[in-house]
């Protein structure tokens, strides 16, 4: 790696700036152009990139009741859900197991 050894950012500075004293005048106004064509270009790959998301409701319904109920209602309405719950629960982990299987 002998090459990377005499590198150095004064050298780096000095050369260039002896290869722009070299230039002609006409030449920096050709390479501001290109270097704003080329920004212009990057600017619009860049922005012609970012595709936005698409929009999904994410609607969560609740069941509203009586703040006045007893702890026997509460109990009995736990009891019709439980089996539902857990309907859905297996539901859920077989659709998750037969993803995966997809992948093994």
């Known amino acids: 790696m002998n090459f990377f050894t005499r590198m150095s950012p004064l050298r780096a500075y000095r050369d260039l700036r002896l290869f722009l004293a070299t230039r002609e005048r006409y030449e920096f106004g050709f390479l501001a152009l290109?270097?704003?064509i080329t920004g212009f270009l990057i600017y619009g790959f860049f922005r012609d990139s970012d595709v936005p998301r698409e929009y999904r409701r994410n609607i969560v319904y609740v069941e509203q009741w009586p703040a006045d109920r007893?702890?026997?209602q509460i109990r009995a309405q736990q009891a019709i859900d439980a089996?539902?719950?857990?309907?859905a629960i297996a539901d859920q982990k077989a659709a998750r197991e037969a993803q995966q299987a997809q992948f093994k």
């Open 34 to 36: 290109s270097l704003f």
């Open 83 to 87: 089996p539902i719950k857990a309907k």
């Open 70 to 72: 007893t702890d026997a």
